[in-house]
Every structure is written in C-alpha cells, then in structure tokens.
C-alpha cells in the first residue's frame, strides 16, 4: 500500500523500499543489511527520496509515510487491545493475592516517613525504634 502511493509519486521501486523501511524505524544500516546493498548506496536512495518528496529530514519522510501505513497501525491496535485485555484479565485474576510493596497503604492506614502515629492512632515505631 505505501509502496504502491510512494511509486505514483515518482520514486523508484528501490527508492519506495529504502523509504517504507526508514517509515518502520530501521536504521541505515539495517536497510542496507536487509536490501543487501552498501550503507552509501541507501544514503543516495534517501538524498533521492527527500528531493522526489520534497522533504528535508528522515522525520518529515516518516511523518508524510504514517497516514499510507494504515496496515500497520490497525495490527498495533489490535495487539494493544488485545494486551490491554490481559492486563486487566490478569490484574482481575491476581487482585486477591496481591501484596503492596513500600510505603503502599493497606485498608486505609497511611505510614509516616520516621514513626509517629498513622491515622489509625497506632505507633509505626515497631522493633524498639530501629
């Protein structure tokens, strides 16, 4: 899909390839080790790509790919619906064995830094002072 938007706009196949890759995060080099070319040759496609695109930056290429990946997007939220929903699966299933940590409050009392009395009227002093 991108491809196919980033050719009608006047980039070589190649060049479309370099530029859906960089829109997905990879580095130079990372391009270049997976389209089995040199470091320099992707830096020429890009220098290409920012002229063809009328762009100044590697961030305005992506910027101008994020609407054309629209496949991507839609599979990232799913995966977050779907990670989301076992969180929550998961914090329903562990609520009872949970045990806070810290200076957490437990059913209401509140701890103060260096003893003293909680709301509670209670002492927080515990072992002697120590």
Same mark, same amino acid.
């Given at each position: 899909?991108?491809?196919?938007? $980033?050719?009608? /706009? =006047? *980039? #070589? &196949?190649? +060049?479309?390839?370099?530029?859906? $890759?960089?829109? /997905? =995060? *990879? #580095? &130079?080099? +990372?391009?270049?080790?997976?389209?089995?070319?040199?470091?320099?040759?992707?830096?020429?496609?890009?220098?290409?790509?920012?002229?063809?695109?009328?762009?100044?930056?590697?961030?305005?290429?992506?910027?101008?790919?994020?609407?054309?990946?629209?496949?991507?997007?839609?599979?990232?939220?799913?995966?977050?619906?779907?990670?989301?929903?076992?969180?929550?699966?998961?914090?329903?299933?562990?609520?009872?064995?949970?045990?806070?940590?810290?200076?957490?409050?437990?059913?209401?009392?509140?701890?103060?830094?260096?003893?003293?009395?909680?709301?509670?009227?209670?002492?927080?002093?515990?072992?002697?002072?120590?």
């Amino acid at each position: 899909m991108l491809r196919d938007v $980033l050719i009608q /706009k =006047g *980039l #070589s &196949n190649r +060049e479309a390839e370099v530029a859906e $890759l960089v829109s /997905k =995060g *990879l #580095s &130079n080099k +990372e391009v270049a080790n997976q389209l089995f070319v040199t470091e320099k040759t992707v830096k020429f496609h890009l220098t290409n790509i920012y002229k063809k695109m009328n762009v100044k930056s590697r961030a305005q290429l992506i910027v101008w790919c994020l609407p054309h990946l629209g496949f991507v997007e839609s599979e990232i939220r799913a995966e977050n619906n779907n990670q989301s929903a076992a969180t929550t699966t998961a914090f329903n299933n562990n609520a009872t064995q949970t045990i806070p940590a810290g200076s957490a409050t437990v059913a209401g009392a509140t701890t103060l830094p260096g003893g003293g009395m909680n709301r509670n009227g209670n002492s927080d002093i515990g072992m002697g002072g120590i």
